[in-house]
């Protein structure tokens, strides 16, 4: 990670909050709670019950979830699984039962529920201070309660907001005990045990911190605060303000990726809350020009329109923003900001709402609207890295929300320890699914047998490696020699975005470290032709090098194979896979096919047809393959693949990606099942400039023309080649 720069007024604010702390070493609310839920919000709500449906709802959830607590015996195991196991399910449970019983406790005023947190805190009491290194703990820095510190923060956010809704009404007998005994003990393995991930830039970090400062809020302590805002050693390196300083670009764009800023913006915005609550000076939802609001919109354009969040990185592909996770980012968004009237489509799809002031305020809003207006889902380019120069990730779409096409291009920095070698990749979506997939993450979250729900041995071994996405692969290695630390301090290079015209978007970047001696620039644009069903994918991946490689380019397509132009040799009888390691080991060999000139492959999924047609010539090879290779386990998605190679030192693979037709088992009915385009072909491979031509039905006769060295949106290009002119304005223009 980069060295930040802290600014002057970050610095005073750090002076003024120590000398602060120093002369204030207790600093205990007059009234409780004061952490997420406050006595203020507490006032509120008692008064609204009855009259505001959502809230209601949610409030008699938590109500019928409690009384089942109630009902059983308070259990405080030993623990002894991993992720999935009986011991951490019950931990988990745990925390959430008395997070839930603290809310209702100060709205209904019920002492059954404060008996009820006693009663297990006394227990967390007496088994906390006996606990060593958890027996599972594998790979990741291992909790005491639980197999990774990951789910103990978890554990002490919601706990310590429990005891902070209970502690006015506990005996100061009590309150020394679990102070003495969960608490502090608790904090201090969290920042002193765990100080390098007390200290990491990372969403691990995230939570420790957030656990650690609301805690400190709730005893009043001052040093546990200043440390969580600040880091260890204060100098504002790390800490909650150097997470969002680095974690965040500019536009809000999350450098692990949308699966995990699902997760992310749960501490992010809890901590926020009990921040504003005990510190309003801070303005920490102003912070870094609002970055808080930034980041959820965000997270909610890195979806598609199902809600599903796009798999960049770590990611299971399940996660909507329906996500528990996302409920107290929109409500706290709403409230604090524009109350932007597009984030209640998401509270009405959510169907709750926090038991907060700000989910109060939300629930009332959703009440009070005759008519919401929908969310738009858009095309948008968010960069990456703190100051926005790493690059980023640019969104094509078109259509409506009920059938739109969605094109997705990943060219920005490595994303952490979650991040995959995938520089220059992209996924596209139709029909409310992936039709050109990335694969995410492998695992099995929270399924014991499964390795605990840890990530998998296969998750580095495939689902990380190049061969695993939809780009270039040189000589069968991953990008960096798939060593995380190499990649993480390069970036790819944003060099186009372009989505004034609805007609023709186009985005473009280029990638110049991934592979010693390799030079990459991928071109991809969505063109919409009245001629065509659907709007159209060209993809143009132009590499340069000084010597001969072997490149492969992927597709990992969703569907069933249908067609292809040329023919191939099938292993119908024997299985191989394609290469010993980089993930290659993992590809079972299914078929080998030499295509003449254009090679076009079709598959069908839900209602139409799908077709890749690409450029091919002498010595090219598309391989059939399937993921599954050298996986005894059967811990691999078993999905198929299309990879092109070729060899060469220059190559261009210029390939257009079509939706096409009609399918309808219902009424047997199939129209259209052949791709529109019959020849895709380079007609300019030059230092400047690539020009692709581009032939079909219809007197479909296109020409894209890119310039590969200047991409100012302004410029006038006017080249002619083999007694052709081609003009254009801008970077990529299209001629048809």
């Known amino acids: 990670m980069k060295q930040r720069l802290i600014n002057s007024n970050k610095i005073i604010i750090v002076f003024a909050l120590l000398l602060w702390a120093f002369s204030n070493e207790s600093n205990a609310q007059a009234e409780s709670p004061n952490l997420v839920l406050t006595f203020e919000a507490v006032k509120e709500i008692q008064a609204s019950i009855g009259s505001v449906p959502l809230f209601d709802k949610s409030l008699e959830s938590a109500k019928s979830f409690v009384e089942n607590a109630l009902k059983n015996p308070i259990e405080v195991p030993v623990p002894a699984d991993a992720g999935g196991g009986y011991t951490h399910e019950k931990h988990k449970q745990n925390y959430n039962e008395m997070y839930q019983a603290g809310i209702l406790f100060q709205i209904t005023g019920e002492e059954k529920y404060g008996i009820f947190i006693k009663n297990m805190l006394d227990q967390y009491a007496e088994l906390y201070p006996t606990l060593s290194a958890h027996p599972q703990g594998k790979r990741q820095t291992p909790g005491r309660l639980f197999w990774q510190t990951l789910n103990e923060n978890v554990w002490l956010l919601h706990t310590i907001q429990a005891y902070d809704c209970i502690q006015e009404w506990l005996s100061p007998k009590d309150r020394q005990n679990y102070i003495d005994n969960i608490f502090t003990p608790m904090v201090k393995f969290f920042m002193i045990d765990c100080s390098q991930s007390f200290n990491l830039i990372h969403n691990h970090g995230t939570w420790m911190v957030a656990s650690v400062g609301m805690t400190g809020y709730v005893l009043g302590n001052q040093d546990y605060v200043q440390k969580a805002l600040y880091g260890s050693d204060l100098d504002g390196k790390s800490g909650y303000l150097a997470q969002l300083d680095e974690l965040f670009s500019p536009s809000g ?256 970047a280029k990638e110049k470290n991934a592979y010693k001696g390799v030079k990459m620039h991928r071109t991809m644009a969505m063109v919409n032709d009245e001629k065509l069903y659907r709007p159209v994918i060209i993809d143009v991946f132009r590499i340069e090098s000084d010597q001969k490689h072997t490149y492969d380019l992927p597709f990992y397509y969703k569907g069933h194979f249908i067609y292809s132009n040329f023919e191939y040799e099938a292993f119908t009888k024997t299985k191989s896979v394609i290469g010993e390691d980089s993930g290659y080991q993992h590809l079972w060999k299914e078929a080998i096919g030499k295509p003449d000139k254009t090679a076009q492959l079709t598959w069908w999924n839900g209602k139409r047809f799908y077709s890749i047609v690409s450029n091919t010539s002498t010595g090219n090879e598309i391989y059939f393959a399937r993921i599954g290779g050298s996986d005894p386990d059967f811990n691999l998605r078993n999905e198929p693949v299309f990879i092109i190679r070729a060899r060469a030192d220059n190559y261009v693979f210029a390939s257009v990606l079509e939706p096409h037709g009609i399918f309808d088992p219902i009424a047997e009915f199939t129209k259209d099942s052949y791709s529109s385009f019959e020849n895709v072909q380079v007609i300019l491979n030059a230092e400047d400039y690539t020009i692709i031509n581009l032939k079909g039905k219809n007197n479909i006769d296109w020409n894209l023309m890119i310039s590969n060295e200047d991409n100012n949106p302004e410029s006038e290009h006017k080249i002619t080649f083999n007694n052709v002119v081609y003009e254009w304005k801008g970077t990529v223009g299209i001629k048809k």
């Open 253 to 508: 764009y999350y450098t692990e990726g949308g699966y995990y800023v699902r997760y992310a913006l749960w501490p992010f915005f809890i901590f926020a809350e009990a921040i504003h609550n005990n510190e309003i000076d801070l303005k920490i939802y102003e912070y870094r020009d609002q970055i808080l609001r930034k980041a959820l919109y965000s997270a909610l354009q890195v979806t598609y329109t199902n809600g599903a969040f796009i798999p960049i990185n770590d990611a299971i592909k399940e996660k909507t923003w329906l996500s528990r996770e996302l409920i107290f980012a929109t409500n706290f968004v709403f409230a604090h900001y524009n109350q932007d009237a597009e984030l209640l489509n998401l509270v009405k799809l959510q169907d709750e709402v926090s038991l907060t002031g700000p989910g109060l305020e939300v629930a009332k809003a959703l009440d009070d609207i005759s008519e919401i207006p929908a969310f738009t889902w858009k095309s948008i380019e968010f960069t990456d890295g703190p100051k926005g120069d790493w690059g980023g990730v640019g969104i094509i779409r078109s259509g409506d929300n009920s059938d739109q096409e969605t094109l997705v291009m990943k060219y920005g920095s490595h994303g952490l320890s979650h991040g995959h070698f995938d520089k220059l990749t992209y996924l596209f979506y139709d029909q409310s699914r992936e039709i050109i997939q990335d694969y995410g993450s492998a695992r099995f979250l929270n399924v014991e047998q499964k390795f605990g729900g840890r990530y998998l041995d296969e998750n580095d071994s495939f689902a990380k490696q190049t061969v695993a996405h939809n780009t270039v692969v040189v000589d069968e290695k991953s990008q960096f020699d798939g060593i995380r630390d190499k990649s993480q301090e390069s970036h790819s290079i944003r060099y186009a975005f372009s989505a004034q015209d609805e007609q023709f978007q186009f985005m473009s």
